[in-house]
């Protein structure tokens, strides 16, 4: 078993900032994602990484960068937040790409 | 293009009976893998079972099924003896062997809510 942790649970941040979240898993998995989860709707995916130092854009990736500098961990970076963005950033993991996807309890993020 | 459609917005079932969720999916693809997650109240999403395209027994894990019927493109889900904390929102989602193999297609979702 393993176990996927994301950083902060609750982000507040201001209207252009830069922000960051973290997601580590202890399951050795190679493939890491980002999804965001707006409400009411389902889960979309940001970014990809599929191992160390590789980074894969995903449907929404525009207005984020990703980082995946060892293989259990990936961060995101939302690059300017806008005002009223309200959503749930989950990260999930794969043993490979093809493969059940795990996920993390979610970071939620409020920009005022 | 590929989608999940999950046209149940929720259901309420009384503790102890059998419920199913349903999902449609399209896919261009041949070989395709099909999963249901349940988003528990605090967030966490949970992996329940998942099911093979290629593969034409049902899946079964614990007390949830799958009811796969690949010409219909369909994977409900089923589960038995419901309770109280199955209440959830149940997602299905489908992942296909072409364009972008790492991206999961999430349906909307289907609030169950498993009455005492």
């Known amino acids: 078993g393993g176990i996927i942790t994301q950083t902060p649970k609750f982000l507040i941040g201001q209207e252009g900032q830069k922000l960051t979240l973290k997601c580590q898993q202890n399951?050795?998995?190679?493939?890491m994602y980002w999804y965001r989860q707006d409400s009411g709707k389902g889960l979309r995916l940001i970014y990809y990484s599929i191992t160390e130092n590789d980074l894969q854009k995903g449907d929404l990736s525009e207005g984020y960068d990703a980082s995946r500098e060892k293989k259990s961990s990936f961060s995101l970076t939302v690059t300017s937040a806008q005002k009223n963005e309200m959503a749930v950033f989950l990260c999930?993991?794969?043993?490979?790409?093809?493969?059940?996807?795990?996920f993390g309890p979610g970071t939620r993020l409020l920009v005022l | 293009a590929q989608k999940v459609t999950q046209t149940q917005t929720s259901i309420s079932v009384m503790e102890k009976t059998t419920v199913t969720m349903d999902c449609v999916y399209e896919?261009?693809?041949?070989?395709?893998?099909l999963f249901w997650y349940k988003q528990t109240a605090s967030g966490e999403i949970v992996f329940l079972i998942r099911?093979?395209?290629?593969?034409?027994e049902n899946a079964t894990v614990g007390h949830y099924s799958l009811n796969f019927q690949k010409p219909k493109s369909s994977i409900g889900l089923i589960i038995t003896a419901t309770q109280i904390e199955d209440s959830a929102v149940y997602f299905c989602a489908m992942r296909g062997l072409t364009g972008n193999t790492r991206k999961l297609i999430f349906g909307l979702g289907t609030t169950l809510q498993v009455q005492p």
């Open positions: 999930a993991s794969s043993i490979h790409s093809q493969d059940t996807q795990y």
């Open positions: 896919t261009q693809d041949s070989s395709y893998f």
């Open positions: 099911q093979d395209s290629y593969k034409k």
């Open positions: 399951f050795n998995h190679d493939t």
